[in-house]
């Protein structure tokens, strides 16, 4: 799983490699293209595709889409799993909160992160500057071209502060010899996400609600993805990442970004929760943003994502790897709910659940493998605990939402390794309703949040279709219902906030970065830490340390290629 790398990949943006993408990305690869044969608009087309094509170039050991390593694992919601924590034993140093500078070798998976975000970078640079030489009349779409590669910059570049909070911002007018005297600290915190912010305006300012070719960017994923930005800006941290305000006007900007967006009609929650997470509903009306994927398109594999490609059961016959990504006992307790179908906010983790008799939120049998429940859907294919390769150590429970069936004509299986045609979503609409109702909730107007996490709420209750067993009966003891106005403090607004969210988009990666926006990760994962390892012994040395775990180390070749100028992230 080792790739030969190069030093640095901040100076690539003399020549683009092409891969084929779905939608408007199908494109036939033909080489290469450089600055010598990118003078006409046909060609500079290419170079925009290349640019949506580079947001998605990531493998199992360099994630740039699916954070299920930095996100899940890092969190209370998901172990490594695998055959046992020497099995790719990098993100074992992950999951224990376990990265010292002597360990931040190429075997990691943050270095390859950090390239693969800056060739991406590098391919939107490329393709605005060339773009940029061209009048309106030569490339009449080139306003929309361009808001559509400001947009994928601003994507790379808010992962990785999102990633490694401190980082080098590449722009379209750096010379080579600029990039090499560009400091990681150039920027304070709360300029560089303005810096970013830029981007996303740009793009709102220059791109239609609605373009013609699906996967593009659009005004309103703009607009989604600026008020994300605005929200992460809005939980103001010192430089040991502690929480010390939360800025209003940023709240109220997420507000009205948001309200663009769910005004405009464009976008609905999909009406079933598992349309999410299936084959044929790819940029269905939830999908605000998505990385695009494709199959039988041409080339030999198709372009097909492996990121979770380690993460299928590996007991089972169809599948044979590997078992990673499993949820937590804590996860799983979770989704219990009370006597009022709501979560059990001071008591869900005192005991193991037991889903043969206790009340659930119905999300858990579309996120968690459970013994005898159908799998990915299927009646016919109950999941079973032999399919589990560790469960000595992991437990028995399985990662299902970005796996798809092997009879999936999505579904590609090159060695013991998987891949998929699924799209990856960035921002779903639920994520736009939950936004919003966070601002509201740390404004003081609660009362407006509750409406918003209870569509989510009501959409989780309606999706029981497809997770019921072969006799038509649920699997599980379903009771969940929507919040009422009694006691709807802001205090109890925020943990139904925070609950909704985790519960939402569980194993989808989000969490970890939850937690630390929220300036809540030390207390939550040092206290998730101490119960679970009374359940699973590999956690017995993990801890989170405040000031430095918030956020990944900068990776030493990069510090030793800028001979010094990148600066190391505290604690590290």
């Known amino acids: 799983m080792k790739k030969k790398i190069l030093s640095s990949h901040l100076l690539l943006t003399g020549l683009l490699f092409f891969a084929s993408c779905s939608d408007f990305l199908e494109y036939q690869p033909q ?33 740039m889409t699916s954070m299920w390593v930095y996100g899940s694992v890092r969190s209370d919601d998901a172990y490594k799993g695998g ?24 075997g990691f998976m943050h270095p390859y992160t950090w390239e693969n975000f800056y060739k991406a970078i590098s391919r939107a640079n490329f393709a605005i500057k060339t773009i940029s030489t061209f009048s309106e009349e030569q490339f009449p779409l080139k306003q929309i071209r361009l808001g559509e590669l400001r947009f994928l910059r601003g994507h790379s570049h808010f992962m990785m502060k999102m990633l490694f909070k401190k980082i080098p911002f590449i722009t379209e007018n750096l010379s080579s010899d600029d990039i090499l005297k560009t400091s990681n600290e150039e920027f304070t915190n709360d300029q560089l996400w303005d810096k970013i912010g830029e981007d996303f ?59 663009m967006v769910i005004s405009s009609g464009k976008y609905s929650l999909q009406p079933d929760f598992a349309e999410n997470f299936l084959d044929g509903f790819d940029n269905g009306p939830e999908s605000v943003f998505a990385i695009q994927y494709s199959i039988n398109d041409g080339t030999s594999l198709g372009r097909i994502s492996t990121v979770t490609g380690l993460n299928y059961p590996h007991g089972a016959p169809q599948y044979g790897c ?84 092997a009879d999936c004509g999505c579904y590609k299986k090159e060695g013991p390794f998987i891949g998929t045609s699924k799209n990856i979503d960035i921002i779903r609409y639920a994520d736009v309703l939950l936004f919003q109702a966070e601002a509201y909730i740390e404004l003081g107007q609660q009362a407006a949040a509750m409406p918003l996490i209870n569509q989510v709420r009501e959409r989780a209750a309606k999706s029981t279709n497809r997770t019921k067993l072969a006799n038509g009966n649920n699997p599980s003891n379903y009771l969940i219902k929507p919040y009422t106005a009694g006691n709807w403090t ?9 609950w909704e969210r985790r519960l939402e988009f569980a194993m989808e990666s989000p969490r970890f970065f939850d937690l630390v926006r929220w300036g809540i990760a030390e207390p939550t994962l040092n206290a998730y830490i101490a119960k679970e390892k009374t359940r699973r012994s590999h956690l017995n040395g993990a801890k989170f340390t405040a000031g430095r775990d918030e956020y990944l180390p900068i990776p030493q070749k990069e510090i030793n290629f800028t001979k010094g100028l990148y600066k190391q992230n505290p604690g590290f």
């Not at 099995?87 to 360990?103: I, K, R």
């Not at 800006?233 to 948001?258: C, F, G, P, S």
């Not at 802001?490 to 943990?495: H, L, P, S």
């Open 490 to 498: 802001q205090d109890f607004a925020r943990k139904a906030l925070q």
């Open 31 to 63: 080489g290469t293209l450089s600055t010598d044969n990118v003078s006409t608009p046909e060609n500079a087309e290419a170079l925009v595709t290349a640019a949506y094509a580079g947001i998605g170039n990531d493998e199992m050991i360099g994630p």
């Open 322 to 405: 590997c078992g990673f990504h499993q949820p937590t006992q804590n996860l799983a307790n979770a989704f219990g709910t009370d006597a009022n179908g709501l979560p059990k906010f001071d008591t869900f983790n005192s005991t193991e659940i037991d889903f043969k008799t206790a009340t659930v939120d119905p999300r858990v049998d579309h996120t968690i493998g459970i013994d005898g429940h159908p799998y990915k859907y299927n009646a016919a294919l109950p999941f079973s605990n032999s399919w589990v390769r560790d469960p000595g150590v992991y437990g028995y429970f399985q990662s299902m939402k970005e796996q798809q069936l």
């Open 201 to 259: 305006q740009f793009a709102m300012d220059n791109l239609p609600e609605t373009q013609a070719q699906v996967g593009r960017a659009s005004k309103l994923s703009a607009a989604a993805y600026l008020a994300k930005l605005r929200l992460y800006q809005a939980y103001e941290q010192d430089d040991l990442h502690k929480v010390t305000n939360i800025n209003k006007t940023r709240l109220q900007q997420v507000i009205d970004l948001t309200q």
């Open 83 to 106: 055959g046992g924590v020497a099995d790719v034993a990098d993100v074992n140093f992950y999951e224990q909160h376990n990265l010292t500078q002597a360990q931040q070798g190429d």
